[in-house]
């Protein structure tokens, strides 16, 4: 009933920058970006509080992703920098069912996920 669709993904080189959407069907509560690499589990990567006031970040992208979220258009957004090889993955964004600010990195948390968008970087 609740639909995500999460876009943006493409090959690029190392260095280079990408932002990543997700539209959403309906407003959403938190909601967060994980990825999942060839061969790995899905893994964290970022996420937001329905304000904006909180946000959080995997070690490994801290002072390169920026989350952001425009919730008049109900649309959430991830801005990746300095792009890494380490970084090529799909890339999922989600939405929690309930107003939720603790434990979002986990994705338990998360009632609906969209699509998922392939992110390539290569050297």
């Known amino acids: 009933q609740v639909q995500l669709v999460d876009s943006g993904g493409g090959v690029v080189q190392a260095g280079d920058s990408l932002i990543l959407s997700c539209g959403a069907s309906v407003s959403m509560y938190a909601m967060g970006w994980f990825r999942q690499a060839a061969g790995k589990e899905r893994e964290f990567v970022s996420a937001?509080?329905?304000?904006?006031?909180?946000?959080y970040y995997q070690d490994s992208v801290k002072g390169r992703f920026t989350i952001s979220r425009d919730n008049a258009k109900n649309t959430g957004f991830l801005q990746m920098n300095s792009l890494k090889v380490e970084d090529t993955a799909v890339y999922y964004c989600a939405a929690t069912q309930g107003n939720f600010i603790s434990g979002l990195e986990n994705q338990e948390r998360y009632r609906y996920w969209g699509q998922g968008t392939q992110v390539t970087v290569s050297s």
């Open positions: 937001i509080t329905w304000s904006g006031s909180r946000t």
